[in-house]
């Protein structure tokens, strides 16, 4: 035990139980470190699976909230970064193409994402990010998202359709209402299977049926996933809808606090413009 001369020790003394009461508090207000991830074009006309413009656009509503240190990457392959990049991350977005493929093609990928679990990471996945052409990446996604699309059963559909909000009081749809939009939405997807408990947040009506378009899932190692198939098209970005789910969705895979009136998601029109 540290021991003061005599007559400093009523100063001393106090300050240093201060100072151990404030380290504690810095360490734990350490800003949340989230990796974005897009890719190039993968030969979908201009205007959908804009996925870096995606990225930028999320970077933009992100950079004003406190708590956050952001990097954002363009994870074309190879990707010889993607390892550390996620070991150096808190949480991972992805808006790539074939993400369950994308998440294990590279073991070495496959495995940071798993240590990014064990440690409580957040994970989100953005509409191609969410599945593969191939059944044999289903298993390795359900592990670390609950849902995904892939082999001949996957389905897709371009339409004009009612959206409708399931749980109000989930923190994801904190002032989301139901709304109305023209997208490509995956559905009749897979989903992890009990005791997981994957919380549908969003239903699309596709062909007569209320499909699950958005769900979040607190996980047995402590962290916690969404998916939402939506955002096919860049122009979506201008419905506030879109971009108050995704970003209370990052904030709520992170931990951070997602406030009850909802998140303040103003954008100037001229950063949601293609180049």
């Given at each position: 035990?540290?021991?003061?001369?005599?007559?400093?020790?009523?100063?001393?003394g106090?300050?240093?139980?201060?100072?151990c009461q404030?380290?504690?508090?810095?360490?734990?207000?350490?800003?949340?470190?989230?990796?974005?991830?897009?890719?190039?074009?993968?030969?979908?006309?201009?205007?959908?699976?804009?996925?870096?413009?995606?990225?930028?656009?999320?970077e933009?509503?992100?950079?004003?909230?406190?708590?956050?240190?952001?990097?954002?990457?363009?994870a074309?392959?190879?990707w010889?970064?993607?390892?550390?990049?996620?070991?150096?991350?808190?949480?991972?977005?992805?808006f790539v193409?074939?993400?369950?493929?994308?998440?294990?093609?590279?073991?070495?990928?496959?495995d940071?994402?798993?240590?990014?679990a064990?440690?409580?990471?957040?994970?989100?996945?953005?509409?191609?990010?969410?599945?593969?052409?191939?059944?044999?990446?289903?298993?390795?996604?359900?592990?670390?998202?609950?849902?995904?699309?892939?082999?001949?059963?996957?389905?897709?559909?371009v339409?004009?359709?009612?959206?409708?909000?399931?749980?109000?009081?989930?923190?994801?749809?904190a002032?989301l209402?139901?709304?109305?939009?023209?997208?490509?939405?995956?559905?009749r997807?897979?989903?992890?299977?009990?005791?997981?408990?994957?919380?549908?947040?969003?239903?699309?009506?596709?062909e007569?049926n209320?499909?699950?378009?958005?769900?979040?899932?607190?996980?047995?190692?402590?962290?916690?996933?969404?998916?939402?198939?939506?955002?096919h098209?860049h122009?979506?970005?201008?419905?506030?809808?879109?971009?108050r789910?995704?970003?209370?969705?990052i904030?709520?895979?992170?931990?951070?606090?997602?406030p009850?009136?909802?998140?303040?998601?103003?954008?100037?029109?001229?950063?949601?413009?293609l180049?």
């Amino acid at each position: 035990m540290t021991r003061f001369p005599f007559g400093l020790s009523k100063l001393f003394g106090p300050l240093f139980i201060l100072v151990c009461q404030i380290l504690p508090f810095n360490q734990a207000a350490e800003p949340k470190r989230l990796l974005l991830v897009g890719q190039g074009p993968d030969g979908h006309p201009h205007g959908a699976h804009e996925f870096m413009a995606g990225v930028r656009v999320m970077e933009h509503l992100l950079s004003p909230i406190k708590g956050l240190k952001l990097t954002l990457t363009k994870a074309d392959e190879p990707w010889p970064d993607g390892p550390s990049l996620i070991d150096g991350s808190d949480g991972i977005v992805m808006f790539v193409t074939q993400g369950a493929r994308w998440m294990q093609t590279d073991p070495q990928r496959h495995d940071a994402l798993k240590r990014l679990a064990q440690r409580k990471g957040g994970i989100v996945a953005l509409h191609w990010s969410v599945g593969a052409q191939d059944a044999k990446y289903i298993e390795g996604q359900l592990e670390l998202l609950g849902g995904t699309r892939g082999g001949p059963q996957r389905k897709y559909k371009v339409l004009e359709t009612d959206v409708t909000v399931v749980d109000r009081s989930h923190p994801v749809t904190a002032s989301l209402n139901n709304f109305r939009i023209y997208d490509e939405f995956y559905y009749r997807l897979d989903f992890a299977k009990p005791p997981a408990r994957i919380h549908p947040l969003l239903t699309a009506r596709v062909e007569e049926n209320d499909e699950t378009a958005s769900w979040a899932w607190e996980r047995a190692d402590g962290g916690r996933s969404f998916g939402f198939v939506g955002l096919h098209f860049h122009k979506n970005w201008e419905r506030p809808e879109y971009r108050r789910l995704v970003v209370q969705a990052i904030l709520w895979t992170l931990q951070l606090p997602v406030p009850k009136e909802g998140v303040n998601l103003d954008i100037n029109p001229q950063l949601l413009e293609l180049k």
